[in-house]
């Protein structure tokens, strides 16, 4: 029913910086947690950042915390993350996701009913 598409990834120099927006269509996204992810190369879907419906509340994975800031702007139907300090291990395809109502783990992939198709970002040292 939601078509998430997210933008913003490229190719960047360690230390620097890229914006990441989720753009959302089909259906408002402001009864959801949303949340990002990132998945590399052979490796499996990790837990980046989340913030609650109303924004009151971000949640960080240890590796995103002091560098990565997630936002939503619920008026535009998007959600951002900002990433500085980029370092080669940041390289992955980065995903959206919009979390289930039913669910209240907000680091966990299962508790999200949806995704993007993902953005690539790659960190060069």
């Known amino acids: 029913q939601v078509v998430l598409v997210e933008s913003g990834g490229g190719l960047v120099q360690s230390g620097g910086s890229l914006r990441l927006s989720c753009a959302a269509s089909?259906?408002?996204?402001?009864?959801?947690?949303m949340g990002w992810f990132r998945q590399a190369l052979g490796k499996e879907r990790d837990f980046v950042a989340a913030?609650?419906?109303?924004?009151?509340?971000?949640y960080y994975a240890d590796f995103a915390k002091g560098r990565f800031t997630i936002s939503r702007d619920n008026a535009e139907n998007t959600v951002i993350l900002q990433m500085d300090s980029l370092a080669p291990g940041d390289s992955a395809v980065y995903y959206c996701?919009?979390?289930?109502?039913?669910?209240?783990?907000?680091?966990?992939?299962?508790?999200?009913?949806?995704w993007g198709q993902g953005t690539q970002v790659t960190v060069s040292s």
């Open positions: 996701g919009r979390k289930s109502l039913s669910r209240s783990d907000y680091r966990e992939p299962m508790a999200y009913d949806a």
């Open positions: 089909g259906r408002t996204i402001k009864p959801y947690g």
């Open positions: 913030i609650t419906w109303n924004g009151g509340t971000t």
